[in-house]
């Protein structure tokens, strides 16, 4: 084949010393190093039309986010609507969702919670009930109410944290699950703070205009 | 204009320009006066109408597309309107029409199609657009509002299909607001990163009553662009300029979108910086300039991909690090701090992290950067190395008598006999990497192709939007693959009718050409569905559509059929048969290191 040109072949070329990992940032070429990945809630305020839901959860299958639950509802205006996302992703995976979620056009307000976020989900498990008085035991043990029960099932209405919600259905299963419902979780930020207020956070900078890296709050979940 | 603390401008205020340009007088009332004096002289009264009236609100000459039964109202009101429309053979040919009317103008190109297949065939142009942040504004056709969800005749969910590949997309579903609906469309397709958008007209809607009047084009209020860079990042880059050793400017289409290519050369003489573009940022530096390093990337000169690799700093603006230009991630520029200029905060940090993040217009931020900085950098050796890597790595191809004839001369030679301001066009293989390799690009907005999506048959069509929207004095060159060309060629009957001046190259090589060329690198030399055992004569071809057909086979011939192609008045092919054998290098293989690249098939 014809189209060859002239010049150092690859080998006799001089080579960086420098390299960077799969997200793009400049590592020490010795130690390799794939960043960790972090859980953490992102709540979005939208405007309340129809298609709004498909957006997120199309850019989110469409861009490979990791996600691990998506909620909506309507919120104190009856205009907007909530959406809170839970994600597990390395530190560039949550930034860049927070940026393709602000690109969407009914997306007013974007926020990453805080870890003390409140943080609530709510379960419907129904049982086997064999042994009525010991579903109801377990029942009161997380704060759940028996809201139908009949002489084979029983169904119990269960809200706290994810971590809560597990452990329940573990204590659960030793009667025998029949079917669970989950809403995945919903969650607000503490206090007199908003929880889907702007935020846009500037990297910071020493003296001499080299970078510092933000700090980054690791999350103990729930 | 004002801005709020964070730099931000409201949309309110940035809409006004998407409009008219500034010229001191309140945008608001200047624009009101125009709009009442239009709905005064005649008053929109269907849906359609008003459809067509925002459109000419917002100054549309021109419109590609195809007619049908769901759109059939809006091209009814048309029909009064001082809009030009194009018929296209194909919707796709309409939607790529529009794109490149969109790059060569500044302003959204248009197209039009009917419900299902008319939209359908829309989507790859519109893909494309998408791709390469092209503005452009899409009208669909559907069925009526009754009708949907029922899989009725020509139903397709249009939103659905498009929502992946539009900027935004939107129903319209009531009469009154229709005319809104597609002037938000238009600013949204123009305002801060340009990209395509689409209002899908159900029939019952345009053919509506109403007596509304469609109001400025405006985008919706929670769409927010941030014009000026945050003042301490600036500051911090800055610092960074002054001190680098090796510093390069890398330029993107961004920079040519953005008409920020007067403030990037300045800041690039101005300090001495060495210049890389992407593809889509040809033109955005003028490539016979001594810091000129050309085209970066997969195909890039091998100057280029030396100086990307071993830069210390980085000045990138208005890119968004595609892997075809980076390459593989861990080799690109592993000892660059990165300065990104770009105006989607998305864009940042994205594929490579920037130390800099600078979000916001692209000749914004260079100004306050070049006032931000204030010592140029020390880079005097710098600049010599850069120099002898393009004495090391030249372009220089040879033309032996012996072999067929090589497709860098024909490249050269159409670019001797053509203005500065010539645009060109392409397809996608080969050919298109010889024309970027080949042809010196030296002014904005004159290389108009498909970066981001690749799309054979982009070319012909394309050469119709770009002819549009051209200056009379730019000529239009269409540098095409007989492979892609084959995909869309039907569009020169369009050229032939509405007497555009355009002259068509085919680079034929009788082959799907680069794939043939991967197939010898990297499936030994296995030529599955690449080779051609007939292939159309396009000098007659282009002869039976009614335009003027050439033939080239050897050197000789090129500079005067080039002259003759030229000097027709009107669309011409010249069938130019090259060297199916020829090969395009330099080359990185897909996730290679740049500085590697490949100068001939035995080092890949
Ligand atoms: C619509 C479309 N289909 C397939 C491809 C894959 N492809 C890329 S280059 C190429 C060959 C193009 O052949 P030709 O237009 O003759 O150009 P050449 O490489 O020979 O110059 C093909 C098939 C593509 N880019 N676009
Ligand atoms: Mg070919």
Redesign the interface.
Same mark, same amino acid.
């Given at each position: 084949?014809?189209?060859?040109?002239?010049?150092? %072949? +690859?080998e006799e070329? %001089?080579?960086?010393?420098?390299?960077?990992?799969?997200?793009?940032?400049?590592i020490d070429p010795e130690v390799e190093a794939e960043p960790d990945t972090r859980r953490t809630v992102i709540s979005a305020l939208v /405007?309340h039309e129809p298609?709004v839901l498909?957006?997120v959860s199309?850019l989110f299958s469409?861009r490979q986010f990791n996600i691990e639950s998506l909620t909506v509802g309507p919120t104190e205006d009856d205009e907007r609507a909530r959406i809170t996302l839970v994600i597990e992703e390395p530190e +560039?995976g949550i930034?860049?969702a927070k /940026?393709?979620l602000? /690109?969407l056009?009914?997306?007013?307000s974007v926020r990453e919670l805080e870890p003390d976020a409140m943080r609530r989900e709510l379960m419907l498990i129904k049982v086997n009930a064999t042994r009525p008085d010991r579903v109801a035991a377990v029942a009161e043990m997380y704060g759940g109410q028996t809201v139908d029960a009949t002489p084979e099932t029983a169904t119990v209405q269960i809200t706290g944290s994810r971590q809560k919600i597990e452990a329940a259905i573990e204590t659960f299963s030793q009667f025998g699950i029949r079917e669970i419902s989950r809403t995945g979780t919903t969650a607000l930020a503490r206090g007199v703070e908003d929880t889907a207020a702007r935020e846009?956070p500037? +990297?910071t900078?020493a003296e001499?205009?080299? %970078?510092t890296s933000p700090q980054t709050t690791p999350s103990d979940d729930d | 204009m004002a801005h709020d603390s964070a730099g931000r401008t409201p949309m309110s205020e940035r809409a006004a320009s998407v409009t008219s340009p500034d010229d001191g007088e309140p945008h608001d009332e200047r624009e009101a006066h125009e709009y009442e004096e239009r709905a005064t002289a005649s008053p929109v009264t269907t849906g359609a109408e008003a459809v067509i009236r925002a459109l000419e609100n917002v100054g549309v000459e021109y419109a590609f597309g195809v007619q049908g039964g769901a759109i059939m109202p809006v091209y009814d009101a048309l029909y009064h309107s001082d809009i030009e429309h194009v018929t296209m053979a194909h919707e796709q040919g309409a939607s790529h029409a529009a794109d490149a009317y969109g790059i060569v103008a500044g302003e959204p190109g248009v197209c039009l199609a009917t419900s299902g297949p008319g939209a359908t065939n829309l989507v790859t142009g519109i893909a494309d657009a998408d791709m390469d942040s092209d503005p452009m504004i899409a009208l669909t056709g559907q069925v009526p509002t009754g009708m949907v969800g029922n899989d009725a005749f020509q139903e397709t969910d249009t939103t659905g299909v498009t929502k992946p590949v539009t900027k935004a997309n939107t129903f319209s579903s009531n009469p009154d607001t229709v005319g809104d609906d597609v002037g938000e469309a238009f600013a949204l397709a123009n305002t801060g990163r340009p990209g395509p958008t689409l209002v899908d007209l159900p029939k019952d809607v345009t053919l509506a009553e109403t007596d509304s009047q469609p109001g400025p084009a405006r985008v919706p209020d929670t769409y927010e662009v941030q014009e000026r860079a945050d003042d301490d990042v600036v500051r911090a880059a800055a610092r960074r300029i002054e001190a680098a050793e090796r510093p390069i400017m890398l330029l993107g289409g961004g920079v040519i979108k953005g008409d920020a290519h007067e403030e990037c050369r300045a800041f690039a003489i101005d300090h001495e910086i060495p210049v890389v573009t992407t593809m889509p940022g040809l033109g955005a530096f003028p490539e016979d300039h001594e810091l000129a390093m050309e085209m970066a990337g997969m195909h890039g000169t091998g100057y280029a991909n030396m100086a990307i690799t071993h830069c210390d700093t980085m000045v990138a603006v208005g890119t968004r690090f595609d892997d075809r230009l980076t390459g593989g991630i861990e080799t690109f520029a592993p000892d660059a701090e990165i300065i990104h200029v770009d105006i989607d905060p998305a864009e940042i940090s994205k594929n490579i992290h920037a130390e800099y993040p600078l979000v916001g217009d692209a000749a914004t931020v260079l100004e306050q950067l070049a006032e931000a900085v204030t010592e140029s950098p020390k880079a005097t050796k710098w600049r010599a190395q850069c120099q002898q890597w393009k004495s090391e790595y030249p372009m220089a191809y040879q033309t032996p008598e012996d072999e067929p004839l090589k497709p860098e001369f024909v490249v050269e030679a159409l670019d001797a006999a053509t203005s500065d301001r010539a645009i060109v066009t392409t397809g996608v293989g080969q050919h298109q990497m010889w024309a970027c390799q080949y042809w010196t690009f030296t002014e904005p907005r004159t290389w108009v192709s498909s970066h981001g999506l690749g799309t054979m048959g982009y070319g012909m069509p394309a050469a119709v939007g770009a002819r549009l929207a051209a200056d009379d004095d730019q000529e239009v060159i269409c540098i095409e693959g007989d492979g892609s060309f084959l995909m869309t060629l039907q569009e020169l009957a369009v050229a032939v009718r509405e007497h555009l001046d355009i002259t068509v190259v085919v680079l034929n090589n009788e082959y799907i050409g680069m794939v043939r060329q991967w197939q010898d690198a990297f499936f030994d030399g296995r030529h599955s569905a690449s080779e051609y055992h007939w292939c159309p004569e396009f000098d007659t071809l282009a002869e039976a559509f009614g335009a003027k057909g050439f033939r080239i086979d050897e050197y000789d011939e090129v500079a005067e059929t080039i002259e003759a192609a030229l000097a027709y008045d009107g669309p011409s092919v010249i069938d130019a048969h090259i060297d199916p054998r020829a090969n395009v290098y330099p080359m990185v293989p897909s996730g290679g290191d740049n500085g590697q690249f490949a100068l001939s098939e035995d080092q890949l």
């Amino acid at each position: 084949m014809t189209g060859g040109l002239e010049g150092p %072949p +690859p080998e006799e070329r %001089p080579r960086p010393a420098g390299r960077r990992n799969s997200q793009g940032i400049r590592i020490d070429p010795e130690v390799e190093a794939e960043p960790d990945t972090r859980r953490t809630v992102i709540s979005a305020l939208v /405007k309340h039309e129809p298609g709004v839901l498909a957006d997120v959860s199309g850019l989110f299958s469409r861009r490979q986010f990791n996600i691990e639950s998506l909620t909506v509802g309507p919120t104190e205006d009856d205009e907007r609507a909530r959406i809170t996302l839970v994600i597990e992703e390395p530190e +560039p995976g949550i930034e860049q969702a927070k /940026k393709q979620l602000r /690109k969407l056009v009914p997306v007013i307000s974007v926020r990453e919670l805080e870890p003390d976020a409140m943080r609530r989900e709510l379960m419907l498990i129904k049982v086997n009930a064999t042994r009525p008085d010991r579903v109801a035991a377990v029942a009161e043990m997380y704060g759940g109410q028996t809201v139908d029960a009949t002489p084979e099932t029983a169904t119990v209405q269960i809200t706290g944290s994810r971590q809560k919600i597990e452990a329940a259905i573990e204590t659960f299963s030793q009667f025998g699950i029949r079917e669970i419902s989950r809403t995945g979780t919903t969650a607000l930020a503490r206090g007199v703070e908003d929880t889907a207020a702007r935020e846009r956070p500037t +990297p910071t900078y020493a003296e001499d205009g080299t %970078p510092t890296s933000p700090q980054t709050t690791p999350s103990d979940d729930d | 204009m004002a801005h709020d603390s964070a730099g931000r401008t409201p949309m309110s205020e940035r809409a006004a320009s998407v409009t008219s340009p500034d010229d001191g007088e309140p945008h608001d009332e200047r624009e009101a006066h125009e709009y009442e004096e239009r709905a005064t002289a005649s008053p929109v009264t269907t849906g359609a109408e008003a459809v067509i009236r925002a459109l000419e609100n917002v100054g549309v000459e021109y419109a590609f597309g195809v007619q049908g039964g769901a759109i059939m109202p809006v091209y009814d009101a048309l029909y009064h309107s001082d809009i030009e429309h194009v018929t296209m053979a194909h919707e796709q040919g309409a939607s790529h029409a529009a794109d490149a009317y969109g790059i060569v103008a500044g302003e959204p190109g248009v197209c039009l199609a009917t419900s299902g297949p008319g939209a359908t065939n829309l989507v790859t142009g519109i893909a494309d657009a998408d791709m390469d942040s092209d503005p452009m504004i899409a009208l669909t056709g559907q069925v009526p509002t009754g009708m949907v969800g029922n899989d009725a005749f020509q139903e397709t969910d249009t939103t659905g299909v498009t929502k992946p590949v539009t900027k935004a997309n939107t129903f319209s579903s009531n009469p009154d607001t229709v005319g809104d609906d597609v002037g938000e469309a238009f600013a949204l397709a123009n305002t801060g990163r340009p990209g395509p958008t689409l209002v899908d007209l159900p029939k019952d809607v345009t053919l509506a009553e109403t007596d509304s009047q469609p109001g400025p084009a405006r985008v919706p209020d929670t769409y927010e662009v941030q014009e000026r860079a945050d003042d301490d990042v600036v500051r911090a880059a800055a610092r960074r300029i002054e001190a680098a050793e090796r510093p390069i400017m890398l330029l993107g289409g961004g920079v040519i979108k953005g008409d920020a290519h007067e403030e990037c050369r300045a800041f690039a003489i101005d300090h001495e910086i060495p210049v890389v573009t992407t593809m889509p940022g040809l033109g955005a530096f003028p490539e016979d300039h001594e810091l000129a390093m050309e085209m970066a990337g997969m195909h890039g000169t091998g100057y280029a991909n030396m100086a990307i690799t071993h830069c210390d700093t980085m000045v990138a603006v208005g890119t968004r690090f595609d892997d075809r230009l980076t390459g593989g991630i861990e080799t690109f520029a592993p000892d660059a701090e990165i300065i990104h200029v770009d105006i989607d905060p998305a864009e940042i940090s994205k594929n490579i992290h920037a130390e800099y993040p600078l979000v916001g217009d692209a000749a914004t931020v260079l100004e306050q950067l070049a006032e931000a900085v204030t010592e140029s950098p020390k880079a005097t050796k710098w600049r010599a190395q850069c120099q002898q890597w393009k004495s090391e790595y030249p372009m220089a191809y040879q033309t032996p008598e012996d072999e067929p004839l090589k497709p860098e001369f024909v490249v050269e030679a159409l670019d001797a006999a053509t203005s500065d301001r010539a645009i060109v066009t392409t397809g996608v293989g080969q050919h298109q990497m010889w024309a970027c390799q080949y042809w010196t690009f030296t002014e904005p907005r004159t290389w108009v192709s498909s970066h981001g999506l690749g799309t054979m048959g982009y070319g012909m069509p394309a050469a119709v939007g770009a002819r549009l929207a051209a200056d009379d004095d730019q000529e239009v060159i269409c540098i095409e693959g007989d492979g892609s060309f084959l995909m869309t060629l039907q569009e020169l009957a369009v050229a032939v009718r509405e007497h555009l001046d355009i002259t068509v190259v085919v680079l034929n090589n009788e082959y799907i050409g680069m794939v043939r060329q991967w197939q010898d690198a990297f499936f030994d030399g296995r030529h599955s569905a690449s080779e051609y055992h007939w292939c159309p004569e396009f000098d007659t071809l282009a002869e039976a559509f009614g335009a003027k057909g050439f033939r080239i086979d050897e050197y000789d011939e090129v500079a005067e059929t080039i002259e003759a192609a030229l000097a027709y008045d009107g669309p011409s092919v010249i069938d130019a048969h090259i060297d199916p054998r020829a090969n395009v290098y330099p080359m990185v293989p897909s996730g290679g290191d740049n500085g590697q690249f490949a100068l001939s098939e035995d080092q890949l």
